[in-house]
C-alpha cells in the first residue's frame, strides 16, 4: 500500500486501529498545508521588547502597548482602549497618550445674577392742547429678552404737553406710551433708542387701544460641564442653578470650579429656560474661567444647536474585566455583572448601563447573531441594540469558559476553551468542536491568537492548533507561549517566551523537529496476519523512523535524503499492524509497504 496524503491532521480520541490514513496520533511542528509531512519554522527574534509579566500586548499607531493576561484591547472608531483589573477604561487616538473614559463631574451648582433697572418720569413740556389736569398714563415696554413689563403712573399737568423720560434703553427693544381716552389706553407714541416721548394731542380717539399686559421670560437655569478636547469627553453636568427669573438678556453665572483633572481644557456652560425646553450650549470657555456673563438670546443659542447630552454620563466601572466589542458599544465585566457603553458612542457610559447574571462573568464573545455571555459552566447570549431591548437567553446549561483569552472569532464563530474541550457557536447551539478528534481536553491556557485561518491554544506545556485552511485539523506545537498578538497591518504572528522580553516572529526561522506517528497501519484489517517485507520512504532531507510491530518498537533507522528501503529485523516481520513515527527537520513524500498476508491458516 502507498501513502502519499499526511494532511488529516490529530486524531487521539479513537482508537489507532480506526483512523483515517491520513490522520496521526502524534502530530507535533507539522506544516499540514504541504501535503506531505514537512515541518513548520522556529521562531525570529526581532528588535522589539515587551517587559516581563506584561504577556497580552499590541500594536497601535506604532507603538506596542501591553499588560497583564487580564488586561483588555480594544481598536473601535480609530481609537484603541484598554482596561485593566485596577483602573478605569482608558483610550488614545494618538499611539502615545492614553485618557481615562469619562470625567468626574462639577459637584457644586452655580450662581447665577442679573440687574436690570429702568425708571421712568412723566413731566410738563409746552406745545401742545392738552388742558390742566390729571392723566392716567400705561408705559409698556419689551426686553431684549422677550420680557414684556407695564407700569401705570397718573400725572397732574399744569401745561399743554406731557414727556415721558425713560431712564435707559440698554437691553430695552422699545418702550411704549398709552393714554388712559374715554375709558381706554390709547397709543401716544414709541422709542427703540431714544430716551424721551412726548404727548401733545388731547383727543386721541382715533389712535389704537391696548389692554395691559405682562409676557415674563420665566426663570432660567444654568449647568456646566468638563471637556477635554484631546479625548473629546465631556462630563456629565454640575447640578443645576437656583431658579432665575430673567428680564434682559444680562445673566452672570458665577461659582464656576475648575476641574483638576489635567485633560480638561475646557468648561461647557448650558442654560435652560424661555423658549429653551432643553439644555443648550451658550458658550465653551477655557478651563479656568470662574464667572461668564450670557447676553445672549434665545435664538442665538439655539443657532448653536448644540444640545447637552452628557445628563446621565458616568466614569466606567474600575476594573473592567473581559474588554469586548459588540453592536459598536464596548463591553466589560466585573463579577457576575455585565457593563456596557452607549452603543456607537463608545465614550459615553451610563449609569443604568449594565445587566446582572446568576453567576460570575468569565468571559465574552462577540458572534454575527449576539454576544456571547460565560460563566465557568454556562453559556448565555445577548441579544438587542441597547438596555431598551437587550435580552438574555441560556444557550448551554453545563458548558461555558475558563478563560476569556481563549476566545476568538474565526470562520464566522465564536471558539474558546470549556472545561470539556475546545467550544464552538455562531450564536446557537454550542457544539464540544475538539472532542470528536481529541476527547476531553484537560490543560491550562494563557492565550490564543487567530493566525491564516488557524486557531491557535497557547497553554503551559505546549500549544493546540485548530487548522480550518483545508477543512478542519488538529495538530500541536512544542512551542510554550506567554504571548502571541497577530499583527494586521504587517499579516504576521508575534510570540513572547517565556522569561524573555523578545518579540519573535512566527514561522519565520530555521526548520523546527517535527514528529508525526501513524495510526495503526492495517492493509486488509488488523485481524490478518501478515509478514512485513520492505518499507519504501523517500525523504527529502535526512531524518529519523521509528518502526512499530503492533504496539512493539522494533527498530530505529536513519532515513538519507531521497529513496529508503527499509526491512524489518529478520525476527520481527510479522504481526497484524505497523505504525511509523518520524522525527527530524526534513520531509517524508511518500510511504510505501509490501507486505503478505497470512496463507494456508498460517
Known amino acids: 500500500m502507498t501513502m502519499v496524503d499526511f494532511t488529516g491532521g490529530l486524531n487521539i480520541k479513537l482508537g489507532p486501529n480506526l483512523i483515517a490514513q491520513n490522520e496521526s496520533v502524534i502530530c507535533n511542528n507539522v506544516d499540514l498545508s504541504a501535503g506531505r509531512i514537512k515541518p513548520l519554522k522556529d521562531l525570529v527574534a526581532t528588535a522589539q521588547t515587551i517587559p516581563l509579566g506584561n504577556d497580552k500586548f499590541t500594536r497601535f499607531k506604532g507603538n506596542y502597548f501591553s499588560g497583564n493576561l487580564s488586561t483588555g484591547f480594544v481598536e473601535f472608531g480609530g481609537a484603541l482602549y484598554k482596561s485593566d483589573s485596577s483602573s478605569v477604561i482608558s483610550k488614545t487616538t494618538d499611539g502615545i497618550t492614553f485618557y481615562e473614559l469619562g470625567l468626574d463631574k462639577p459637584t457644586t451648582k452655580p450662581n447665577t445674577s442679573t440687574s436690570f433697572n429702568i425708571s421712568f418720569t412723566l413731566s410738563n413740556i409746552s406745545g401742545g392742547d392738552l388742558t390742566s389736569s390729571t392723566y392716567t398714563y400705561l408705559i409698556a415696554y419689551k426686553t431684549d429678552a422677550e420680557s414684556i413689563r407695564y407700569e401705570v403712573q397718573t400725572f397732574s399737568t399744569s401745561s399743554t404737553g406731557v414727556r415721558l423720560t425713560i431712564s435707559s434703553m440698554a437691553n430695552m427693544e422699545y418702550v411704549r406710551l398709552y393714554r388712559m381716552y374715554e375709558t381706554k389706553y390709547r397709543y401716544i ?4 433708542s431714544g430716551l424721551t416721548i412726548d404727548d401733545l394731542v388731547l383727543d386721541i380717539s382715533g389712535k389704537t387701544s391696548t389692554t395691559p399686559y405682562e409676557q415674563a421670560l420665566g426663570t432660567r437655569n444654568y449647568v456646566y460641564t468638563y471637556y477635554s478636547s484631546a479625548s473629546m469627553i465631556e462630563s456629565a453636568p454640575s447640578p443645576a442653578s437656583d431658579d432665575l427669573t430673567v428680564d434682559i438678556n444680562n445673566v452672570t453665572v458665577s461659582g464656576i470650579l475648575p476641574s483638576s483633572d489635567p485633560s480638561v481644557d475646557a468648561i461647557n456652560i448650558y442654560r435652560l429656560g424661555g423658549t429653551l425646553t432643553n439644555y443648550y450650549l451658550v458658550a465653551a470657555v477655557s478651563k479656568t474661567t470662574t464667572s461668564y456673563v450670557d447676553t445672549k438670546s434665545d435664538l442665538q443659542v439655539l443657532d448653536n444647536d448644540t444640545l447637552l447630552e452628557t445628563e446621565n454620563l458616568v466614569k466606567p466601572p474600575t476594573g473592567l474585566l473581559n474588554l469586548t466589542e459588540f453592536n459598536s458599544a464596548i463591553f466589560g465585566s466585573i463579577g457576575s455583572k455585565l457593563y456596557f457603553s452607549n452603543s456607537g458612542l463608545v465614550d459615553n457610559w451610563n449609569a443604568d448601563n449594565w445587566i446582572n447574571f446568576p453567576e460570575d462573568i468569565s468571559g465574552l464573545g462577540a458572534t454575527q447573531n449576539g454576544l456571547l455571555v460565560f460563566a465557568r459552566n454556562k453559556t448565555w447570549i445577548l ?7 437587550y435580552s438574555k437567553y441560556l444557550l448551554s446549561g453545563n458548558q461555558g469558559c475558563i478563560a476569556h483569552n481563549t476566545i476568538k472569532y474565526i470562520e464566522n464563530k465564536l471558539l474558546w476553551l470549556s472545561l470539556d474541550g475546545i467550544c464552538i457557536s455562531n450564536g446557537g447551539n454550542v457544539e464540544i468542536f475538539s472532542y470528536k478528534k481529541l476527547g476531553k481536553l484537560n490543560i491550562e491556557p494563557i492565550i490564543s491568537e487567530v493566525y491564516e485561518n488557524q486557531y491557535y491554544l497557547f497553554h503551559t506545556t505546549g500549544t493546540l492548533v485548530i487548522d480550518f485552511r483545508d477543512g478542519v485539523r488538529f495538530y500541536t506545537l512544542s512551542l510554550i507561549a506567554r504571548g502571541a498578538y497577530y499583527n494586521y497591518t504587517f499579516d504576521k504572528l508575534y510570540i513572547l517566551k517565556p522569561s524573555n522580553l523578545g518579540i519573535y516572529e512566527y514561522n519565520q526561522g530555521n526548520k523546527l523537529e517535527f514528529n508525526y506517528k501513524t495510526g495503526w497501519i492495517a492493509e486488509n484489517g488488523v485481524t490478518n496476519y501478515k509478514v512485513y517485507k520492505n518499507i519504501y520512504i523517500y525523504s527529502v532531507g535526512v531524518g529519523v523512523v521509528k518502526l512499530y510491530l503492533g504496539d512493539v ?20 516481520t510479522k504481526g497484524y499492524f505497523i505504525a511509523l513515527e518520524f522525527t527530524g527537520t526534513n520531509e517524508v513524500v511518500e510511504i510505501n509497504m509490501v507486505a503478505e498476508g497470512r496463507q494456508n491458516g498460517r
Open 189 to 192: 407714541g414709541e422709542s427703540t
Open 383 to 389: 441579544t438587542g441594540t441597547d438596555l431598551s431591548n
Open 553 to 572: 518498537l522494533v527498530n530505529t533507522l536513519d532515513l538519507v535524503d531521497g529513496f529508503n528501503d527499509i526491512k524489518l529485523p529478520q525476527a520481527n
